[in-house]
């Protein structure tokens, strides 16, 4: 067993019982720190939690700080949650990357709205298929990403 990874696991042994209410983060790390446990690659909260309570099996670990990107280790602000739970806890902390924000946006707001008042002055019919696919030839997208955008799948914090 490497140096890192002993030091690694014996932090996370220690945060499974601290008592402390602060949040507690490996030194030199800037980022949610992983190491193997039992042969598999984890997030070093997942094995805290796993020291302290066991396998939580499918469920996600989630942290009560939203500091679990930053890689807060503190067994007391760890609960679990499913996937949706997981998803809604992304959106409240604000981590959710959303519009340009993503590196391979081919839209922007200003874009998104262009298409859905074309879209919708075209109407509801047989002609808004052709629409979709004119709008998506012109803007450089998809058909399905066009159709994602006038049914507010994606870009829904566009007005």
């Not at 690659?41 to 099996?57: K, Q, T």
């Not at 609960?79 to 340009?100: H, M, S």
Request: one cysteine or more.
């Amino acid at each position: 067993m490497r140096l890192h990874r002993k030091y690694v696991l014996a932090a996370a042994e220690q945060a499974s019982k601290t008592t402390t209410d602060e949040c507690i983060f490996l030194p030199n790390y800037t980022t949610r720190p992983t190491t193997s446990f039992k042969g598999e690659p984890m997030y070093v909260s997942r094995i805290v939690w796993i020291l302290a309570n066991g396998d939580p099996g499918d469920l996600h670990v989630l942290h009560t700080c939203h500091q679990g990107e930053e890689g807060c280790i503190n067994i007391r602000h760890l609960y679990l949650g499913d996937n949706n739970l997981n998803i809604a806890d992304k959106l409240e902390a604000g981590r959710q990357t959303k519009g340009t924000q993503c590196w391979n946006a081919v839209l922007d707001a200003d874009k998104v709205r262009v298409i859905r008042r074309e879209h919708y002055s075209a109407g509801h019919g047989r002609g808004c298929q052709t629409n979709v696919r004119e709008l998506a030839a012109r803007f450089g997208v998809s058909v399905s990403t066009i159709s994602d955008v006038v049914s507010r799948r994606s870009w829904r914090h566009v007005q």
